[in-house]
């Protein structure tokens, strides 16, 4: 079931339960498109190559949490365990994760606007993945808000979800 849609113009298609959702409505995808997958709790895009819509999430690394403050969020990373964590840019410019280091050097990761981050660590060292996101955090606070039935804010430009109380298969966040 579907539970939220954001302008499909800008190639994000939304928030769906599952695979299995998505296609109901999207069984055919164009470059460039995405969508949030809530089964999997990771970003799926439209392969144009395989024909075919694709998890973003590496197999090898568990999602091990979100970040939120870049200069202050200590991960849980040692060596030889793989893990992955995720970030939401919310603006153009150069974020620095400051206990993501890699010998004595931080992370640093610049991005040209709205940006999901991926930080993995591989067991030995950090890596990173960035997917430029051309989304309109008001328009997702309105559409969360209606759809959802959910007390959401933005608040220095990040997206606060308080709580939630969706039904029938939907995603539920407390």
Known sequence: MKSLDINKDNR???YYYGIGALLGEYPVGFKGWYFLNGETNSVWMWDTISGCWINTNRVDG???GTVIDPSTFIPQNRPGIKVTYL???QSAGTITFLHFKNGIYPVSVTVDGISLILLFWNGDYWEVQKTSLNLN???ITTS???KLHIDANVVDD???IVSANVVDDTLIII
Do not use: N, R, S, W
Request: proline share 0%; no cysteine; glycine share 6%.
């Open 144 to 146: 969360v808000k209606e």
């Open 137 to 139: 955090l008001d328009q």
């Open 62 to 64: 568990a999602v091990a």
């Open 158 to 160: 990040t997206l606060i």
């Open 12 to 14: 994000f298609l939304g």
């Open 87 to 89: 970030y939401l840019a």
